[in-house]
């Protein structure tokens, strides 16, 4: 028994022995499954990091930046970020390595300044290096350089824009460094195995799509939590700055790395079809409706005459005792039977039934063929034309206009805004956008009449410019004036006059168009006609013939080779753009259509009476507004179009003018009188507030829109900062022209003086005695001086 027992003890001890043996034995096992691990994990650290910073593929921005050094003196110099450092080199080619930044000790401050430019600060809190000791390929020692602070960077961007893009870039460097360091990685080993070229660049719009797909699992932020920390709502709000920025910053890697034009676009298309679109929204836009009648005159002299009847011409001589020659007719109440029914706003939208002509030219790669093109469009806008002799409506005091058209072949549209901004001057503003085709113009129009006793002439002062946002080419251009003679005796008739100009100062390009009026003897062949050059600087390359409502030819100088130029056909006219205007029910009470309806019902009824009469209505309105106004010291704001108070020009509220970004933008459309363009909610646009729109607020998951709506305050100093901006680009280019001239003049009066000091010495030439005669006076001059001194001599001896 107690042996059993002991045998027991013995067996129980022994087993408990073992098990005290083997859990030793499992844990030591698992300490250095452990330690394998951690260091696993510690190389893999390492690897990634030093794969980051040598990998030429994984970039997330770089360009040059001015760093202030110890000495506070500004050295500029090449910066290109990484996920968790800043590379700082002399050059972009990556060769004189200066230092690196370790960005995961570092805080981010925007700094003040007085200087031109945007400058923060890069500091560790507790006043330690942020040097690394090695460079990214094992340097000791850094290019030599003036010497630089330890505890913090100060750097200078160029621009706000660019600032601003360096702040939020370096902040999703600083919180999502790991993320960032496996993502771009990771789209570069996929992009290393599925493009043809040796090496690519890893976009900063892959990489953060690339991040918006991940699941999340592994990585220390969930989508969520990135979208909260670096995309934020208003960032949808993306503006032109933030793009040519991108752009830029694309195009320079690219050349400090040897990248090609097919990698790039490799790079492009995968990015593309990697991305998810978010569930579709329903767009809040304008109700657009196709026109269903269209008037359009026939080409020649007789769809420009009016016959007057009995009785208005006792109207018109009526009207006559009220003018005098010379004087301005804008405001004079002219008789209804004169008036085409509809406003002079929507009058100036005949000019875009083909523009499709502007979204060919935007493609146009050549400068010549690009300025013809728009020659082109500018001439389809005049063969519209009502029936006889008609004028619009004069628009009312904060009267707008909209409508648009649909170009089947891009699936695209042309949207037009115009508003009344002013009533004494009448001045028309407008606004055109077609951000998907590449092209926007803008411009206002002051309308002034003159009579000259048997004829008055309405003349538009003002000038449109049309830009083409890929190029950043703006072209400017002016109007011809409408002339009407045979007031007192004769056929009245209307014709076009004067000269326009289109000029590019970019490329040098330029068109001069002259409309002639009818001679007084002459046929019907010499009505509406035209005569234009299109040149580069000084010399003429083309010449233009022809008549503006019908056939126009081209002869280029060079071949002297003449071939039709525009010529609106029965099928131009078919395949010209459908126009699209508001739904009538969702027309504002300032809208033309809607503002003017009873006038237009009463003369389509040829009721001169009732037309009279509702005119007056419209017109007396406006007049006691404008006492009121007057009264209670307040001014007109007008609701879409703002005035420079330097340069006094119209500018559009919501003007876009950035390049389509076809990764970015999605559909442009117009609500409530703002032109906007629904973006992808994820898209990786750094934010940049110097041109933000004003936001609305979004939930997650929703797409934004790149122009703003009207009613919210948020951003107006950004707006304004914009308009300044504009307004001093358009200041210099405005001075840079005349200096040009200028520097022209100058060296006209120095031909003019070379040719007259020419003039003078062939003058003085042709005066002056010959040589022959010259030498003849000279011998005897020398001939006297002997004789004098002959006698001198012989004087003297005789002494």
């Known amino acids: 028994m107690s042996k059993s027992k002991s ?137 030599i350089t003036q010497p630089l602070p330890s505890s913090y960077l100060i750097i200078r961007a160029a621009s706000e824009s660019d600032g601003r893009c360096w702040m939020d870039a370096l902040e999703l460097a600083l919180k999502c460094s790991s993320l960032l360091k496996r993502t771009m990685i990771r789209e570069g080993k996929e992009h290393d195995l599925n493009s043809s070229s040796d090496s690519a660049h890893v976009s900063f719009y892959g990489l953060l799509r690339a991040n918006n797909l991940n699941s999340g699992e592994n990585l220390p932020l969930n989508d969520s939590e990135i979208e909260r920390h670096h995309f934020k709502d208003q960032d949808m709000y993306s503006d032109k700055s933030d793009k040519e920025n991108d752009h830029d910053h694309d195009e320079s890697d690219n050349d400090g790395l040897g990248k090609s034009e097919e990698s790039d676009s490799d790079t492009s298309e995968r990015q593309d079809d990697s991305y998810v679109d978010p569930e579709p929204i329903d767009i809040k836009e304008t109700t657009y409706l196709e026109q269903s009648h269209e008037e359009l005159g026939e080409a020649g002299e007789a769809a420009q005459t009016e016959v007057v009847s009995e009785e208005n011409k006792s109207l018109i001589w009526t009207l006559l005792k009220q003018v005098r020659p010379g004087m301005d007719l804008s405001k004079v109440v002219l008789p209804t039977f004169i008036l085409e029914p509809r406003s002079f706003l929507d009058k100036l939208s005949d000019y875009y039934y083909h523009a499709d002509f502007l979204s060919e030219a935007a493609l146009e790669e050549n400068a010549y063929n690009r300025m013809k093109k728009v020659v082109k469009w500018y001439l389809s806008g005049f063969y519209k034309k009502p029936k006889g002799l008609k004028k619009p409506y004069n628009p009312i005091l904060g009267e707008t206009f909209r409508c648009m058209w649909i170009h089947p072949r891009t699936n695209s549209k042309t949207f037009y805004i115009a508003e009344q901004v002013s009533h004494h001057p009448p001045i028309s503003a407008f606004y055109v956008s077609n951000r998907k085709d590449g092209f926007c113009l803008s411009g206002s129009i002051l309308a002034k009449s003159k009579f000259y006793g048997n004829s008055l002439s309405a003349i538009l002062d003002g000038e449109g410019r049309l830009t083409f946002l890929n190029r950043g080419e703006d072209y400017v251009m002016t109007m011809p004036y409408a002339h009407c003679k045979g007031i007192l005796y004769g056929t009245m008739t209307l014709e076009l006059g004067g000269t326009v100009n289109i000029t590019c100062e970019k490329t040098g390009y330029s068109a001069t168009i002259e409309f002639k009026l009818k001679p007084f003897l002459g046929n019907n062949d010499s009505v509406n006609q035209i005569s234009g050059k299109i040149k580069l600087g000084k010399e003429v390359l083309a010449i233009l013939e022809g008549h503006w409502d019908s056939e126009v030819t081209i002869r280029d100088k060079k071949t002297d080779v003449s071939e039709t130029f525009w010529n609106p056909t029965s099928d131009v006219k078919q395949r010209r753009l459908p126009r699209y205007t508001v739904k009538f029910e969702e027309q504002d009470d300032f809208e033309s259509e809607k503002l003017w309806q009873q006038v237009t019902k009463a003369i389509n009824n040829k009721d001169q009476t009732e037309a009279t009469q509702e005119k007056y209505v419209l017109e007396e309105a406006q007049r006691r507004s404008a006492r009121e106004r007057k009264v209670k010291g307040e001014e007109w704001t007008c609701k879409l179009f703002d005035q420079d108070s330097v340069t006094g020009e119209w500018h559009y509220k919501y003007a876009d003018t950035r390049p389509w970004d076809p990764l970015n933008d999605m559909i442009q459309f117009e609500k409530d009188g703002t032109i906007q363009t629904k973006v992808r909610h994820r898209t990786p646009m750094v934010s940049v507030p110097k041109i933000k729109r004003k936001p609305t607020s979004q939930k997650k998951g929703e797409c934004g829109f790149s122009s703003p709506e009207p009613d919210n305050q948020d951003s107006s100093g950004s707006e304004a900062q914009l308009m300044k901006h504009n307004t001093r680009i358009r200041k210099k280019g405005a001075d840079l022209g005349e200096l040009q001239s200028a520097i022209e003049s100058i060296k006209e009066t120095q031909e003019d003086i070379k040719r007259d000091i020419m003039a003078l010495r062939n003058r003085v030439t042709s005066n002056s005695p010959t040589v022959d005669n010259q030498f003849l006076q000279l011998k005897h001059y020398i001939f006297i001086l002997l004789l004098v001194l002959l006698q001198l001599i012989i004087n003297f001896l005789f002494k």
Not at 13 to 34: A, M, R
Not at 64 to 70: A, D, E
């Open 7 to 143: 045998e027991s003890k013995l067996f129980n001890g022994s087993e408990k022995d073992i098990s005290l043996s083997s859990s030793k034995l499992t844990k030591k096992e698992s300490l250095k499954v452990q330690k394998k691990n951690y260091r696993e994990e510690k190389k893999r650290a390492t690897k990634e990091l030093l794969s980051t910073i040598t990998d030429p593929s994984v970039i997330v921005m770089a360009d040059w930046l001015k760093i202030r050094g110890t000495l506070k003196s500004w050295t500029k110099l090449w910066c290109v970020l990484k996920p968790g450092v800043l590379l700082v080199y002399k050059t972009p080619k990556n060769g004189q390595w200066v230092g690196t930044v370790l960005l995961n000790a570092c805080e981010l401050i925007e700094r003040p300044s007085k200087k031109d430019g945007f400058c923060f600060k890069l500091f560790h809190p507790l006043e330690q290096s942020i040097w690394a000791i090695k460079g990214p390929k094992g340097e000791a020692v850094g290019s």
